[in-house]
């Protein structure tokens, strides 16, 4: 096992120390990290989930079956694109030692991107063909993850072991916060105005900024929001969270180096086999999870007949309780351990889906439901039938325990992982939680169209979330050895 830093043994310095054994980030800095995820939260929401994804299958294709194709197509293809790079960038960063002008390229990369899906318009319209649209999607999907990456590896040098889970927790609610107020401010002012389903006096008669419904304005502007939020938001830590000191390593050194590095590692793979295990549980039961998030607004929308407005509602019910699974995640995490904070996130996400896929227009847990006498539940316009709202509340607890997840299993890699390779295993870790995401997609594809089923379609990521669950019990809970260049053995 890896030495603890001398400093450690003092009761009274352990917490101004980070796992890295440098000194932690003073509070503005492990919050301005944090608020990195609030940056980064209205392209999920806006471009992958509730606006321009639906917008993307229905209007610009025209074929909701034939659009979902194209939509995974891209994610493969930016899957296969993580999957090559992550590790190798990621050992690049360790050897060159900072990590946020690997941020800031990322962002260069996905601002004009989310910008420029403002062009995306049905080809009669005119506007970007469907293969630049396509390109952009894959490069803002392959952006997103490595972003991700190089963020993840600065969080073991910002805080104390002790704290880690619960900054992990603090960043997966702040997202969330970050997607409710981009959802409420986009439903208020833009979808709700352009659908005219409500008559309410404090929204605004017209979409702002002038935005044309008829030219579907309201659904081209998520990208650009997502975009110029990125740019603005992102900006708190590069100014105050404090990065990993250069080394001083060129970028050429590093790239022979880090690819050194890396063969080595895979030579020494028995040495990382308690990574290699937790890799693959996290792999399974995330791709599970991310699956149930992508297509829960679509399996809403076909089996509810639920429209954007509604999907936008949706949303917005969900976000706060995946700020409060981050928070609770988080919590748990730092008392009682990463991996039972993972098995009871897992195992209570396992059994809400189960209540989920049980609940139809026609059936309630399983049991016929007479919708055709059922009268509305309220005269609000959404979710007025018992089903609905069941739907709605169920899913609601399902998130909290998805967000409660997600916190853990990044707090779990920055406990096992080896500190000095911290990039490179979260790249390996990128790889295991996006770049695989295919098959959660892929297995929701075969069940839909074997059984003909959205609801057993759907229903799908159960078995990679039991799955996920089953290989976890042979993850240990402990710090991975060093892995030295010249191949000797880890220190003791």
């Known amino acids: 096992m890896v030495s603890t830093p001398p400093q450690a043994q003092d009761a009274n310095v352990v917490e101004t120390l980070s796992a890295t054994g440098a000194k932690v980030a003073n509070r503005r800095g492990q919050y301005s990290w944090a608020f990195f995820e609030w940056a980064r939260a209205p392209y999920v929401g806006l471009v992958v989930i509730y606006v321009f994804a639906p917008y993307f299958t229905n209007t610009i294709i025209g ?60 080809g009669a319209e005119g506007g970007l063909p469907i ?32 704290h880690i889970g619960g900054l992990s927790g603090l960043g997966l609610a702040v997202n969330n916060a970050g997607a409710l107020i981009a959802l409420s401010v986009v439903l208020a002012v833009i979808a709700l105005p352009a659908s005219e389903s409500v008559n309410w006096s404090f929204l605004p008669d017209r979409p702002w900024f002038g935005l044309d419904p008829t030219l579907h304005e309201h659904e081209r502007i998520a990208g650009p929001i997502a975009g110029l939020w990125l740019l603005i938001f992102h900006l708190p830590l590069l100014m105050w969270t404090p990065d990993v000191p250069s080394t001083g390593v060129p970028i050429r050194r590093a790239v022979g180096q880090g690819l050194k590095q890396l063969m080595h590692t895979v030579r020494c793979a028995r040495q990382m086999a308690n990574v290699g295990i937790y890799l693959v549980a996290r792999m399974l039961y995330t791709d599970g999870l991310v699956a149930i998030i992508v297509y829960a607004g679509i399996y809403a929308s076909g089996v509810f007949k639920w429209d954007v407005a509604a999907m936008l509602i949706f949303g917005l019910c969900l976000t706060p309780a995946g700020v409060a699974g981050g928070l ?151 710090r991975a050895e060093e892995i030295p260049m010249d191949g000797a053995s880890a220190t003791q």
């Not at 396509?134 to 910002?158: D, K, Q, R, T, Y």
């Open 131 to 162: 293969t630049v649209i396509l390109g952009l999607i894959v490069a803002l999907a392959a952006g997103f993850s490595m972003g991700e990456v190089f963020h993840n590896a600065m969080l073991p040098s910002i805080v104390s072991p002790k």
């Open 63 to 122: 074929d909701p079956i034939v659009g979902q194709g194209f939509w995974s197509l891209t994610n493969t293809i930016s899957g296969f694109i993580v999957a090559f790079l992550a590790p190798i960038t990621g050992a690049m960063a360790d050897r060159m030692g900072h990590r946020k002008p690997w941020i800031v390229a990322v962002a260069a990369v996905m601002v004009p991107s989310c910008i420029a899906l403002w062009w995306a318009m049905p």
């Open 328 to 478: 609770i995640g988080g919590w748990i995490d730092d008392r009682i351990g990463s991996k039972r904070a993972i098995q009871i996130a897992i195992g209570g996400a396992l059994l809400s889906m189960i209540g989920v896929i049980s609940t139809t227009p026609n059936q309630v847990f399983f049991l016929p439901y007479d919708a055709a006498s059922a009268t509305a539940i309220w005269s609000f316009p959404y979710f007025q039938t018992l089903p609905e709202l069941l739907y709605l509340i169920i899913f609601v607890i399902l998130v909290v325990f998805i967000g409660a997840a997600f916190a853990n299993s990044r707090a779990m890699m920055a406990r096992i992982s080896p500190l000095s390779m911290m990039s490179q295993f979260f790249g390996l870790y990128a790889v295991s939680g996006w770049a695989t995401a295919f098959v959660g997609h892929g297995l929701v594809a075969f069940f839909t169209s074997t059984f003909n089923s959205q609801r057993a379609g759907f229903a799908s990521p159960i078995l990679l979330l039991l799955a996920g669950l089953i290989v976890l019990t042979w993850a240990r809970e402990e």
